[in-house]
Each structure stands twice: as structure tokens, then as C-alpha cells.
Nanobody, 126 residues
Framework: QVQLVESGGGLVQAGGSLRLSCTAS????????MGWFRQAPGKEREFVAG????????VSADSVKGRFTISRDIAKNTVYLQMNGLKSEDTAVYYC???????????????????WGQGTQVTVSS
């Protein structure tokens, strides 16, 4: 059973930085795509960034390009989301996701991911 546990959320001022972590357990091999979604109050849950576990290929949403960076540490079974230049519109609950995948394709739709973490709140004050 795959489990994802997020940490690192909190309150930060606009322009500041946070790093989210997601530690995975139960992954049977390296053929997974992992990533982050977020959901702001009253809005749809949206894709933020994704990474392939085996190759480290990445993709990110246009709204966060140049500010957010996704990475992974295979030895620690952990995916990170480094968030710089935070804006008030980045305020949301951030969810770690995983899905079994082969190759370099990284899903962007929420229904393409089988495993979800419990979420961590990020609040950016202006």
C-alpha cells in the first residue's frame, strides 16, 4: 500500500519561500510519477508540478514556472517542492500525488493519480 506524507507547509509573507516535502512508503519499484496539486478555497484542485521517479524528468504549471522547483531524493523516498517568490494566490492546500507510470509521461489531471497525501496548508500573507 502506497502512503504519502507531506510536511513543510505554513504561513509566509509574500515574496518568501517554503519547501514542501513528501515522503513515500510502499512504492514497489521506480516506475512512478509523483507530483503536487493544490486547491485554494472555492477553486478547483489544480496541477502544480510533477516528476518521474526513475529519470527525474519534470514538468510544472505555467503559473509557477520560474518560482517553484520539484525534485526528488531517491535514497530518502522523498519529493520536494521548493517554492520561491510566493504570492497570495499561491495560498492553498497542497497535495502530494503518485501514480504508477513508465517512461517520461507525467500526468496533469487529478483523475490520473491513484495515490494522494492528506494535504498541507500553505498560506501567503500580502
Amino acid at each position: 500500500q502506497v502512503q504519502l506524507v507531506e510536511s513543510g507547509g505554513g504561513l509566509v509573507q509574500a515574496g518568501g519561500s517554503l519547501r514542501l516535502s513528501c515522503t513515500a512508503s510502499g512504492l514497489p519499484d521506480i516506475n512512478y510519477a509523483m507530483g503536487w496539486f493544490r486547491q485554494a478555497p472555492g477553486k478547483e484542485r489544480e496541477f502544480v508540478a510533477g516528476i518521474t521517479w526513475s529519470r527525474g524528468s519534470t514538468v510544472s504549471a505555467d503559473s509557477v514556472k520560474g518560482r517553484f522547483t520539484i525534485s526528488r531524493d531517491i535514497a530518502k523516498n522523498t519529493v520536494y517542492l521548493q517554492m520561491n517568490g510566493l504570492k497570495s494566490e499561491d495560498t492553498a492546500v497542497y497535495y502530494c500525488v503518485a501514480d504508477r507510470r513508465y517512461g517520461s509521461y507525467i500526468p496533469r489531471r487529478r483523475d490520473e493519480y491513484d495515490y494522494w497525501g492528506q494535504g498541507t496548508q500553505v498560506t501567503v500573507s500580502s
